[in-house]
């Protein structure tokens, strides 16, 4: 009987522990960030504020999905696979919010 070896989908890096605290300290920074900006933007009301705090948004799920989920080291057609529909999500999310504040104005003007 022929011996084969069982190859995984990818490896997870020898060093993987000290991925995750790095990451837990990056996203840690993020979070004060994010809850320093929103003490300090808290009479301030606009889009961009909203913008901001979606940014940083994506951001920390971008880690949390690469490392502590371990996208980050599977193949490219595994990732890609799963990044491009929520591109298009987003995308067509943002086009009915765009859609939705177009009505609303038109609304008011009649």
């Keep these: 009987m022929e011996h084969i070896e069982h190859i995984e989908h990818t490896e997870s890096p020898k060093d993987m522990k000290a ?9 840690f920074a993020f979070t004060v960030i994010d809850i320093v900006l929103y003490f300090f933007l808290i009479s301030y ?5 909203n913008w901001l705090f979606i940014v940083l948004g994506v951001v920390k799920a971008y880690y949390i999905v690469g490392v502590f989920m371990h996208m ?6 595994l ?12 995308f067509f999310i943002t086009l009915m919010i765009i ?4 009505t609303n ?3 008011w003007v009649k």
């Design 99 to 102: 859609e939705g504040d177009y």
């Design 19 to 27: 991925q995750i605290w790095k990451t837990f300290w990056i996203l």
């Design 45 to 49: 009301h606009s889009m961009i504020k």
């Design 72 to 77: 980050k080291f599977e193949r490219k057609t």
């Design 79 to 90: 990732m890609y696979s799963i990044i491009i529909p929520m591109v298009f999500v987003v």
């Design 105 to 107: 104005i038109l609304r």
